[in-house]
């Protein structure tokens, strides 16, 4: 049995609307003295769920979350300039929780798919223990922001299977995602012929002249691979799945465009990690029967990837890297940093290792939400940056044992469905949503090795939520003659 979209839109009660605004604008007013830039925020905060408040979803909800996908995407990119901190996203996710919990207090429902209830109520456990174990972290500052992180994060990933349950919602929310692709690779190359794009979070790493480096804009060139990793399969499977021209043109350009900017990242860790995304495309097709015909077509794509990728690490491709670039794609130096304890490769090997006693010490239980990096700033000689980097990792060691595996089940969830969903669903669209989307998890197991920590790193989360997608695309479809709606 399926269910319709969520109702969240009908009209409220006017006096509850009027006292809350009433209240929020006395708070507006001493805000204008202390601190002006909250004030226009609170405002437009005010106005938001007013609109929301009084409006179907059919016309604002859809697009509203879709906005609030991208600028989760856009991150810091998207900031107040008197406030850094003050996302549009957060701002967003603020909105759409306080319409939610409103519309439950005039006594609304939120109707969902059966689709995701199991991953909805991992990621809800998941966030209880997350407040569970602030009681004993040592920083408990640290510990509350984290959970707040993922409060935000796992909100968003909730509200798109609630709210992209249509073919068309669908179908729009992946071109919006498409666009936003196409923006932020071709910020990235600009960066690389030395023209700065306002909308980009970091200047410190792009100067005049070439640039050594992309970083697009996420402020940081790791995080950059990763998204461009996680984005990389549907592009892929949008040249598999479908078999009209127009598609397959796009998919294969994306392609080349996602590892042409990867190779100006410099980044080892999502390089592999996309090669591993080929491998377990060509693995998938290579075992299902109905799409051995597409298996020709996805070894003359790798086939043409690695034409376009091996010669510019040697220095004679098509993409001239700067040799500083290509240096950190030397995997033997890797191997001779962890060798020699020195260098990114000996970090990491020791954050691992005082990660794991971490986490023996704490009895598995962990250290508390986000305390990982307090206690690596006390180990006697701690790394330059305290972050982890292995979200895996960071996981364990702030939530312990139970953290994990409510994590690991999570994923593993939306992972084996997702195949299934691709395997046996008729409907293109689903195929390609479910295929992409399980893809992308594979490649996720090593990029997220890469950002120095990846709660607030929302392409995740947005691969994390357009899984449930897949997964509530996959139930309506099967309800529905095979094909979504």
Same mark, same amino acid.
């Given at each position: 049995?399926?269910?319709?979209?969520?109702?969240?839109?009908?009209?409220?009660?006017?006096?509850?609307?009027? !006292? %809350? /605004?009433? =209240?929020?604008?006395? #708070?507006?007013?001493?805000?204008?003295?202390?601190?002006?830039?909250?004030? &226009? *925020? $609170?405002?437009?905060?005010?106005?938001?769920?007013?609109?929301?408040?009084?409006?179907?979803?059919?016309?604002?909800?859809?697009?509203?979350?879709?906005?609030?996908?991208?600028?989760?995407?856009?991150?810091?990119?998207?900031?107040?300039?008197?406030?850094?901190?003050?996302?549009?996203?957060?701002?967003?996710?603020?909105?759409?929780?306080?319409?939610?919990?409103?519309?439950?207090?005039?006594?609304?429902?939120?109707?969902?798919?059966?689709?995701?209830?199991?991953?909805?109520?991992?990621?809800?456990?998941?966030?209880?223990?997350?407040?569970?174990?602030?009681?004993?972290?040592?920083?408990?500052?640290?510990?509350?922001?984290?959970?707040?992180?993922?409060?935000?994060? !796992? %909100? /968003?990933? =909730?509200?798109?299977? #609630?709210?992209?349950?249509?073919?068309?919602?669908?179908?729009?929310?992946? &071109? *919006? $995602?498409?666009?936003?692709?196409?923006?932020?690779?071709?910020?990235?190359?600009?960066?690389?012929?030395?023209?700065?794009?306002?909308?980009?979070?970091?200047?410190?790493?792009?100067?005049?002249?070439?640039?050594?480096?992309?970083?697009?804009?996420?402020?940081?060139?790791?995080?950059?691979?990763?998204?461009?990793?996680?984005?990389?399969?549907?592009?892929?499977?949008?040249?598999?799945?479908?078999?009209?021209?127009?598609?397959?043109?796009?998919?294969?350009?994306?392609?080349?465009?996602?590892?042409?900017?990867?190779?100006?990242?410099?980044?080892?860790?999502?390089?592999?990690?996309?090669?591993?995304?080929?491998?377990?495309?060509?693995?998938?097709?290579?075992?299902?029967?109905?799409?051995?015909?597409?298996?020709?077509?996805?070894?003359?794509?790798?086939?043409?990837?690695?034409?376009?990728?091996?010669?510019?690490?040697?220095?004679?491709?098509?993409?001239?890297?700067?040799?500083?670039?290509?240096?950190?794609?030397?995997?033997?130096?890797?191997?001779?940093?962890?060798?020699?304890?020195?260098?990114?490769?000996?970090?990491?090997?020791?954050?691992?290792?005082?990660?794991?006693?971490?986490?023996?010490?704490?009895?598995?239980?962990?250290?508390?939400?986000?305390?990982?990096?307090?206690?690596?700033?006390?180990?006697?000689?701690?790394?330059?940056?305290?972050?982890?980097?292995?979200?895996?990792?960071?996981?364990?060691?702030?939530?312990?044992?139970?953290?994990?595996?409510?994590?690991?089940?999570?994923?593993?969830?939306?992972?084996?469905?997702?195949?299934?969903?691709?395997?046996?669903?008729?409907?293109?669209?689903?195929?390609?949503?479910?295929?992409?989307?399980?893809?992308?998890?594979?490649?996720?197991?090593?990029?997220?090795?890469?950002?120095?920590?990846?709660?607030?790193?929302?392409?995740?989360?947005?691969?994390?939520?357009?899984?449930?997608?897949?997964?509530?695309?996959?139930?309506?479809?099967?309800?529905?003659?095979?094909?979504?709606?």
């Amino acid at each position: 049995m399926t269910t319709r979209a969520p109702q969240l839109g009908s009209r409220l009660p006017q006096w509850p609307l009027l !006292v %809350g /605004i009433a =209240l929020l604008t006395a #708070l507006g007013a001493v805000l204008s003295v202390v601190m002006p830039t909250a004030a &226009i *925020a $609170l405002v437009v905060l005010v106005a938001l769920v007013v609109v929301l408040g009084n409006s179907t979803p059919g016309r604002l909800l859809a697009p509203f979350t879709a906005i609030a996908v991208i600028a989760a995407v856009m991150g810091p990119s998207l900031a107040l300039p008197q406030a850094p901190s003050v996302f549009l996203f957060r701002i967003l996710i603020v909105v759409l929780g306080i319409a939610v919990m409103g519309h439950l207090l005039m006594g609304g429902r939120i109707v969902y798919s059966r689709a995701i209830g199991i991953p909805a109520a991992l990621l809800g456990a998941l966030l209880v223990w997350s407040v569970i174990s602030i009681t004993w972290a040592d920083d408990r500052g640290a510990a509350v922001r984290w959970t707040l992180f993922l409060i935000m994060m !796992v %909100g /968003i990933v =909730l509200a798109m299977p #609630l709210v992209f349950t249509t073919r068309r919602r669908v179908i729009r929310l992946m &071109i *919006a $995602l498409g666009w936003l692709f196409v923006l932020v690779t071709g910020v990235a190359f600009l960066q690389v012929i030395g023209i700065h794009v306002p909308v980009s979070h970091s200047t410190s790493q792009v100067t005049t002249g070439v640039s050594s480096v992309a970083i697009s804009v996420f402020g940081d060139q790791n995080n950059f691979a990763t998204y461009l990793t996680l984005a990389l399969p549907y592009m892929v499977c949008l040249a598999v799945v479908y078999s009209d021209l127009r598609r397959r043109v796009i998919g294969i350009a994306g392609t080349l465009g996602a590892l042409g900017a990867m190779l100006f990242t410099g980044s080892r860790a999502n390089l592999l990690a996309a090669a591993l995304v080929f491998a377990a495309l060509l693995l998938f097709l290579a075992t299902d029967l109905r799409t051995r015909r597409a298996l020709i077509g996805v070894i003359v794509i790798v086939a043409v990837a690695v034409a376009f990728v091996v010669p510019s690490l040697l220095g004679f491709g098509v993409v001239r890297l700067p040799k500083s670039t290509a240096t950190k794609f030397n995997f033997n130096i890797l191997q001779q940093e962890v060798a020699s304890g020195s260098g990114s490769g000996a970090v990491r090997t020791n954050l691992l290792n005082d990660g794991l006693d971490f986490i023996g010490q704490t009895g598995g239980f962990g250290l508390g939400a986000g305390n990982a990096e307090s206690h690596v700033k006390q180990l006697p000689n701690p790394p330059p940056v305290p972050n982890l980097h292995d979200w895996w990792l960071e996981v364990a060691v702030d939530l312990g044992v139970v953290g994990l595996a409510l994590y690991v089940a999570f994923y593993l969830n939306i992972f084996t469905r997702q195949l299934r969903a691709a395997r046996r669903s008729t409907d293109p669209l689903v195929r390609y949503l479910s295929l992409a989307g399980a893809i992308s998890l594979v490649g996720l197991v090593v990029s997220s090795l890469d950002p120095s920590s990846m709660i607030s790193f929302a392409p995740m989360w947005v691969v994390f939520g357009l899984g449930l997608v897949a997964l509530v695309a996959a139930d309506h479809a099967a309800a529905q003659g095979g094909i979504l709606e």
